[in-house]
């Protein structure tokens, strides 16, 4: 099992299968902004943020699949998946806080002078909505708690395919 996941780890279907799942995050975060009419918060942006970063992660050995683009990309994967992790679970404090309305939640987002998105792609980037609406929920859960739950899953996806790898590579004979 570990010699399968560690090789498959090294063909373009595995990378392709995350950038599938990235994108899809990515296209129902639009969806529900511009089809439902929720409105991303800056937590929320930030989150979008992340979720491009592993998709842009899995198109490096997609467009070309060394060792080199994939330790580039297991190190992009990982510092995403960890920061966006992060980002959802101070969302979900902002929302559980006693006295929320202290809670600190910024109108624009602080991307670097040299990449300004929510200027280059204000409907994908600006954020428009309030951290405090917490009015989509499913299965008991809002979407920050989820994107608690998606994060999760794709740091502990990489902890499994590093894993896998590293025993593969000093197992051999």
Known sequence: MVVMLSQWSKQ????????????????????FQHAMG????????????????????????????????????YGVW????????MIAYEHVDILSAPNPFFAPCE???NFPSWMPLHEWLPDIFAAT???????????????AQWMM????FYVALLVVVLAARLIHIFKRP
Not at 17 to 22: H, T
Not at 135 to 143: E, H, L
Not at 149 to 152: C, L
């Open 12 to 31: 373009r279907s595995s990378w392709g299968l995350l950038f599938v799942s990235a994108l899809a995050l990515e296209l129902t975060a639009l969806y």
């Open 149 to 152: 739950v998606i994060f999760g």
């Open 129 to 143: 909505g309030d951290c405090l609406d917490d009015t989509w929920q499913f299965a008991g859960m809002g979407m």
């Open 107 to 109: 109108i624009v987002p």
């Open 38 to 73: 929720l409105q991303p918060c800056i937590k929320c942006i930030y989150q979008r943020t992340a979720m491009f970063g592993i998709l842009f992660a899995a198109l490096l050995p997609l467009l070309h699949n060394t060792s080199l683009t994939r330790l580039v990309a």
């Open 78 to 85: 990982g510092l995403s998946a960890v920061w966006g992790f």
